[in-house]
């Protein structure tokens, strides 16, 4: 049986488990009837010519994982956590939450789970108002939307400054041979409030993995959330993250993706300006080696005047590693004033790596900025040869010419600790111990 | 310090330096002069050891040592230094951290301790003083947008820094106004020592009035034909290259 039709007939057993009148009973039915007809997106499709999934959909997953027989200890996982700030947190181990590892709050702000938001009656109007408001009904959203039921659930009220970022966790330990994880975060923050958040996906086997991620963030007007997605999963690891961003009017929202591990990854990235004066940062480092694949797809959606969006994608592919970007920018006819900003540069290291970078601006409006810019390119040898003669060796010297390369990017990480994490994990990326400071 | 005999260099099979001979003692300024592709550039890069040149035949030896086959960080760590003609720009690093990290890794690579961060500063405040180089500079993208002057400054700055046994001024006047080719030499002059050496690669006699060499050595299609003392530079700047060329041919 092919994993459409193993995903299909279980929907149905998985769907009597559950009760008639949660709020997105309806939603499911009809997410599972669209998956159905469309299938896995294929190479035919243009948004996926260049990320093949067909090798992936080869393995048996389990659907429904079983849980792991035993509790995880925090000093198992520990480095997974940033550690010298205090933070809130949303842990789940093969989807099934954990309140051991979690550090959760309803203290004027909710920082929980989907399932109890699901549950209760209490968070109906917020998810009768967000949930699956903002996600494209393609076929992987649509999967996950029939089998959501478990996730972050964040909803920040108006003005409130959250102090502590809220780390979003889901591990897999390998209990099956094979396991398919669909988790599903909603998060809602108010008018005027602050967030900053980190996710990621960390499997703790070599059991392969696939993970078909759904986020939905809603930024009321004035809201400012920093989002930090950490991607560095073991090699046996897959993952599909489509991300859905909708921005009210003056609302400021950055995604950083830091992409150095998993075997094959796609972001899917969708940012939608809903309001005037509305500010969108979306940028990544990828480094890859051996076979790993990152595809970041990115659409910033500008449907209202005086705003602006900026990309900086920066991809450093060694081995056979191959990479894609793909962004696309759409400009509507009454969005004037636009300051609209991408750049993708890359550096092949190896002749065997490839990257497709494809810059699609579709403008509909006459009076806007909007500029472009994609470089791919090796390490500038002069510049190597600079460095050494200074007396830094080559292997330090070509870390030191990457650093330089991606650090615009790690300047924009706001979490002084995060920021030391990803330097390190970097640093180790290339193979070098020097703790560089630029 | 430096013994080079009779080497033959270039790129693949073909000599761009076509037989050099050159020694330099501890002490010593030497000035290498000649037309523009002579060979002046090649050479500098050949004894710093950049890759694309080879060493086809010959001798070049480095306080006794054969560096033919060394890294260019190798012969870096052994107190080789070069300005170079062209400095890269690498954006994303600072003039500061560069230099740091330059230090850091000789040192390093000398089994020595990083140098203390005090120590380390105050050298850099020092040295930046004393070429009049302005502190929000080294806080800049190492050669960004700096102008012809601004690079050709922060080389010699790069120079106090390391403090080489030797080093190899590659066109450093190139590009420079009067007043900064006197704060350069004037630079260069102050890190002349008994136990250093330098040599100055020019197109031009003018840099040699500030930094004064012993010897002049003329570089005609790779290979030096004439050396003398300072008043060979003079004659050079007055008559050209040309009668080289016709007394060459002659002989």
Known sequence: MSLKDKLVTSYFAFEDNLADDSPIHTMRNDAIKNFEATGFPTKKDEEWKYTSLRS????????????????????????YFLHDVDTYKIVFIDGVYSSFLSETTHDSIDVCLLSSALAKPKYKPVLEAYFNKAAKKDSLSSLNTAFAKEGAYIHIPKHKEVEKPIEIINFSTGTESAALLQPRNLVVVGENSHVQIIERHQSLSENPVFTNSVTEVFAEKRAFVDYYKIQNDVSTASLIDSTYISQERESNCRLHTFSFGGKLTRNNLNFY?????????????????DKQHVDHNTLVHHTQPNCESHQDYKGIFDDASTGVF?????????????????????I??????????????EIFADDVACSHGCTIGQLDEEALFYLRSRGIAQKEARALLMYAFANNVLESVKIPELKRRINKLIAEKIGVSVGFQL | MLHIENLHAGVEEKDILKGINLDVKPGEVHAIMGPNGSGKSTFASVISGKEEFEVHKGIMEFEGEDITELDPEERAHKGLFLSFQYPVEIPGVTVTNFIKTAINETRKAKGLKEMPAGEMLKKIKEKADMLEIDRKFLSRSLNEGFSGGEKKRNEIFQLAMMEPKLAILDETDSGLDIDALKVVANGVNKLKSKDNAIIVITHYQRLLEYIVPDFVHVLVDGKI???????????LEEKGYDWIKEEMKAV
């Open chain 1, 56 to 79: 992936l959909l080869k393995t048996d997953y389990s659907i429904f994982p079983k849980p792991l027989d035993r509790t995880i200890e925090f000093r198992e996982v520990k480095n």
């Open chain 1, 273 to 289: 300006q809903k309001g005037e004066r509305c500010n969108s940062t979306l940028n990544g480092i990828t480094i890859l080696e």
């Open chain 1, 326 to 346: 793909n962004g696309k920018v759409l400009v509507d006819s009454i969005a004037q004033k636009i300051d609209a900003f991408q750049q993708n540069n890359n």
């Open chain 1, 348 to 361: 092949l290291i190896s002749d065997k790596a490839t990257i497709n970078s494809k810059p699609q601006l």
């Open chain 2, 225 to 235: 034909v004439k050396s003398g003392d300072k008043s060979l530079a003079y004659e």
